[in-house]
């Protein structure tokens, strides 16, 4: 009986009725070959991650955000900003250090830009300090001009100055290349449309300002007045839900919002053109959140293996859309408490580039990590993948499964995990999930092991299959093939 392939690599797609579709897609991506390969799409295992630092182990000592300047990482960690620095040693050996630099006030999420000497960090209640590493000083903004237009909310830099949106409506600069110094008339408002000031954004080095409805586009005109202008015609229809949600990268940015009217959705603008970039999927678990509920998403970006990802961090999970295969994925943590294993939302609360790695910041405590993907774990915890596949049907009549084979990269067993396995279960119905069988994936170099399942019953109308893999492991899946009655 010859084998059929089955799609397995179709991302994230759980639909408002399960039985129309329930493609669970959690801690792998889908992945794009470029060249001839055994398969043309593959599902990677997402990165693992192991610390090079810690800050505290307390929930207050959680990540706020963090930025790169100069080369150099820099974390808001609980109150108190940080830079890691980096040592190598004679043999190659290398250390890190969090070094704490200056306090800064409250819990909430912080925005940050910099000049190239200087760091911003603005918080959510409007204090603002600056950071001078060619110093080094670290100091808040006191300039009593800085809160004469508002309190800022966010923060960028563009052509020598740093700009800050306000809440009331309007748009402020710092003193060129001075992130200490302020005039009250150095403000600017967007007109084009009554909506409420979001965020700035600087695409291209050009700036936009974001409103709930819409982004009008500015331009720098120079000259001894306020140096932006709006431009003629710059207005866009679509609004930012989520401030901290907006996420540039690979010359693009991303947000989640809307347009008037609209229920929320997350768009991708190119700097000519905006785009729905959420499958009618995401957009469902968006429609349950309140809006003070959306206004808490953030967002984040990186690069890594050949894939570049867009991240949005929901109130209580983390989906992740892959530039390349144009696929969501969902990414998942397991967490113990009490002796109980419990999964939540990824626990990445920021991403930053340095170093030639990708480093994050934590939602749970001040451990500062590096993704890494030959690991299997998040700081030594489990990374659960699970997949399931579209419903498979006979048009109405029975269908019967006699072999299902998934082809993996075999023999990835090591010490941690000798003889990682990986579990089957079926649904007849797409909701629940039962029966669950498991194969070995291989101990290490056992790489000719195969995991085939037979005798998997039939089903009267449909088929779902749904593979989990829970283990210290590099994961990867090939492909998915069957023999079919």
């Known amino acids: 009986m010859p084998k059929t392939e089955l799609p397995i690599t179709n991302g994230f797609y759980i639909n408002r009725s ?4 329930n493609q669970i897609c959690s801690n792998a991506y889908v992945h794009v070959n470029d060249n001839n390969a055994y398969a043309k799409e593959v599902l990677y295992g997402t990165a693992g991650i192991h610390e090079i630092a810690s800050t505290g182990t307390l929930s207050t000592d959680a990540n706020r955000g963090s930025h790169e300047m100069d080369t150099i990482p820099y974390f808001v960690n609980g109150t108190m900003l940080y830079k890691v620095t980096r040592s190598v040693d004679a043999s190659g050996n290398e250390t890190f250090q969090d070094v704490p630099l200056g306090t800064v006030a409250g819990t909430g999420r912080v925005s940050l830009a910099d000049n190239g000497n200087q ?6 209640d409007g204090i603002g300090y600056i950071y001078d590493h060619t110093v080094p000083s670290f100091t808040q903004i006191t300039d009593p001009d800085f809160t004469a237009n508002g309190t800022p909310q966010h923060v960028v830099f563009i052509d020598g100055y740093f700009l800050f949106t306000t809440n009331s409506e309007k748009f402020i600069i710092s ?14 408002s967007a007109e084009a449309d009554p909506d409420d000031i979001v965020a700035p954004i600087v695409l291209k080095n050009q700036l936009y300002i974001a409103g709930s409805q819409t982004f009008e586009m500015f331009r720098n005109v120079g000259g001894a007045s306020f140096p932006f202008q709006r431009v003629q015609g710059g207005a866009i229809p679509f609004g930012v839900a989520a401030p901290f949600s907006i996420i540039k990268t690979s010359g693009i940015f991303a947000f989640v919002g809307g ?13 000519s053109s905006t785009n729905v970039i959420s499958t009618d999927a995401i957009d469902t678990i968006l429609a349950q959140y309140t809006q003070p509920e959306l206004a808490t998403i953030y967002g984040w970006a990186y690069g890594q293996g050949g894939d570049r990802f867009i991240g949005f961090t929901f109130p209580d999970r983390c989906m992740v859309y892959e530039m390349k295969s144009n696929k969501w994925h969902e990414r998942k943590s397991l967490f113990q408490q ?5 999964q939540e939302r990824w626990r990445c609360a920021s991403v930053v580039r340095a170093y030639n790695r990708v480093l994050v910041g934590d939602l749970k405590d001040g451990r500062i990590g590096e993704l890494d993907l030959e690991f299997g774990d998040e700081y030594g915890e489990n990374i659960i993948l699970d997949v399931a596949t579209m419903p498979f049907s ?19 067993g090591n010490a941690e995990d000798p003889n990682p396995e990986i579990t089957l279960f079926r649904s007849t119905d797409g909701i629940d999930f039962k029966n669950g069988r498991k194969r070995s994936a291989g101990k290490s170099g056992d790489t000719k092991k195969r995991l085939q399942w037979r005798r998997n019953g039939r089903a009267a109308r449909m088929e779902v299959f749904r593979f989990t893999w829970s283990s210290k492991v590099k994961k990867v899946i090939i492909k998915l093939e069957a023999n079919i009655l």
């Open 338 to 342: 009490d002796g109980v294993a419990t």
């Open 18 to 21: 399960r039985v129309v579709s």
């Open 175 to 188: 003193a060129l290349n001075d992130g200490l110094s302020y005039n009250a008339l150095d403000f600017g």
């Open 394 to 412: 006979n048009v109405g009549d029975a269908i019967t499964f006699p072999l299902l084979e998934l082809i993996v990269e075999s023999g990835v």
């Open 119 to 124: 760091l911003c960090i603005l918080n959510s």
């Open 259 to 271: 347009g008037e009217n609209d229920d929320a959705s997350i768009y991708m603008f190119n700097g």
